[in-house]
């Protein structure tokens, strides 16, 4: 240990193997046994058995009567405190219900966190296409309707880090090429909306809107997804930027201004 209280060696601080613990779960993998965590983490048997008994002490983590872990309520009922997550929300909901019931369509919520982004609400209506998303789950910037509208808006260096990058291609129409990419981020700033069509399922498609804070700085991007060929993205467009816009209003941004960046 060091002088700071911090245990050293070649599976790091404590804290850092306890983040490892909890980054091993996820959509696919939200149970898993004790051997299970510590081959994911690369930590040894003791010290995930260690770590794991720690986290369900203090709730992060539970253990069933299967002896399989699980995300503890504890930890969401933290991460329930984010306000960039939380407040959105709160907010966003009745607008998004309005929009997913006028529809039958989903409508989502989403927010950009580095170079990905994270859905903090989908509303789904009687008749929504099947869609990949989840709260709280992670999907790239490239390929969804918010994903579009985020990175449109995103500082210029993550824009590079992205396009720069490996983009994932879902679907045969997913748009993989730098330069269209950025021709399509272009059009999101000068028509104000996104449109992304089969690009993540082929049977999808989904049109996005910024969402704006009281400083007039895109904090989020809300879309609806629908059937595709049920309805003519442009036709969706001022639906999907007046939901924004209330939204936008309901968080004490400033009138409309132009949408060119």
Same mark, same amino acid.
């Given at each position: 240990? %060091?002088?700071?209280?911090?245990? %050293? #060696?070649?599976? #790091?601080? &404590?804290?850092r193997r306890a983040l *490892? !613990? $909890?980054?091993?779960?996820?959509?696919?993998?939200? =149970?898993?046994? !004790?051997?299970? $965590?510590?081959?994911? %983490?690369?930590l040894p048997l003791a010290t995930a058995? *260690?770590?794991?008994?720690?986290?369900?002490?203090? #709730?992060?983590?539970e253990r069933g009567a299967d002896g399989r872990y699980r995300v503890g309520l504890r930890l969401w009922e933290l991460g329930a405190l984010a306000p960039r997550g939380q407040g959105l929300r709160e907010r966003a909901l009745p607008f998004l219900e309005d929009l997913a019931q006028i529809t039958g369509e989903n409508a989502q919520l989403?927010?950009? =966190?580095?170079?990905?982004?994270?859905?903090? =609400?989908?509303?789904?209506?009687? @008749?929504?296409?099947?869609?990949? %998303?989840?709260?709280?789950g992670r999907f790239a910037l490239t390929a969804t309707g918010v994903g579009l509208v985020l990175l449109a808006h995103a500082p210029a260096e993550v824009q590079e880090d992205v396009l720069g990058g490996p983009i994932d291609r879902y679907t045969s129409r997913t748009v993989t090429d730098p330069a269209r990419l950025r021709h399509l981020l272009a059009a999101v700033r000068s028509t104000g909306f996104s449109?992304?069509?089969? +690009?993540?399922?082929?049977?999808?498609? @989904?049109?996005?809107?910024?969402?704006?804070?009281?400083? #007039? +700085? &895109?904090?989020?991007? &809300?879309?609806?997804v629908v059937h595709h060929g049920s309805a003519a993205p442009h036709a969706l467009a001022p639906l999907v930027r007046t939901s924004a816009r209330a939204i936008s209003r309901a968080l004490g941004a400033p009138p409309d201004r132009p949408t060119t960046r």
């Open positions: 240990m %060091t002088g700071r209280g911090r245990h %050293t #060696g070649r599976t #790091g601080p &404590v804290v *490892r !613990l $909890l980054d091993a779960f996820s959509a696919r993998r939200p =149970e898993l046994t !004790l051997s299970e $965590l510590a081959r994911h %983490t690369g058995h *260690r770590l794991v008994t720690e986290l369900c002490a203090w #709730g992060a983590v989403a927010v950009r =966190e580095g170079s990905e982004l994270v859905f903090i =609400e989908r509303v789904a209506g009687p @008749s929504a296409v099947p869609v990949l %998303t989840r709260v709280g449109i992304s069509d089969r +690009q993540v399922t082929l049977d999808a498609l @989904s049109v996005g809107a910024p969402v704006r804070d009281r400083h #007039g +700085q &895109v904090v989020a991007a &809300v879309s609806l």
